[in-house]
């Protein structure tokens, strides 16, 4: 909650020095007074109507793409994954370079099988178009789609795991309950499992 506050401020003061740094003109109407002491109304669709009636599409097309900019450049788990894919495409290109020996931007089945035999055992699932040689492109959408796949299949293993753990932990709690005996209430034995019927009751 506090993360999504935080954010809204963000976006709000982005917008706010974006509006300050447009060029005044004579037919802008703001959105509020600043006489006016009413609260600002930040939610979207307050937001789309402020949009609407005071810019053009082009310049509501520029501003909600600068906003949309701004929250992915913000947002730490984007930043992450783009700093994963940078990697993936550095080490991805550097091993392509590597086994492109005629420099041809392509990998052909002889280069592929003498230096990427992984990659030379599914040639033809590599090569998209079909037209005998592998580029890096090609090469890089086969490892996004084979991290795919690891991906589901770990999360798929993970789930299967959380079931199984919560099955044997349902099993060790049935197993730990201690077994009470029920004695029904006509019984002449006591909790302590004496024959009461013999006790008398002292005369008073």
């Known amino acids: 909650m506090g993360r999504a ?3 809204l401020k963000e976006v709000f003061l ?11 003109s004579a037919d802008l109407k703001l959105p509020i007074r600043l006489t006016d002491n009413r609260m600002v109304d930040n939610d979207d669709v307050g937001l789309s109507k402020t949009l609407e009636h005071n810019f053009s599409p082009e310049d509501r097309a520029r501003l909600r793409k600068a906003l949309s900019d701004y929250a992915r450049n913000t947002d730490p788990d984007h930043q992450l994954m783009l700093q994963k894919r940078k990697i993936m495409h550095d080490s991805i290109s550097q091993r392509f370079n590597e086994c492109n020996r005629d420099n041809d931007d392509s990998l052909d089945r002889e280069e592929a099988t003498l230096c990427l035999p992984q990659v030379a055992r599914h040639f033809s699932y590599v090569d998209l178009d079909g037209n005998g040689v592998i580029t890096l492109d090609e090469l890089e959408n086969a490892y ?3 991290v795919e796949r690891q991906r589901e299949a770990e999360a798929k293993t993970q789930a299967q795991q959380a079931i199984v753990s919560d099955s044997d932990s349902d ?3 049935n197993k730990s309950k201690p077994s009470t005996a029920v004695i029904p209430a006509n019984s002449t034995v006591n909790s302590t499992g004496k024959d009461v019927s013999a006790l008398r009751k002292r005369p008073s």
Do not use: E, Y
């Open 5 to 7: 506050n935080k954010h």
């Open 14 to 24: 982005l917008t706010t020095t974006m509006l300050l740094a447009l060029p005044v």
């Open 144 to 146: 996004a789609q084979m």
């Open 171 to 173: 099993k060790s709690k």
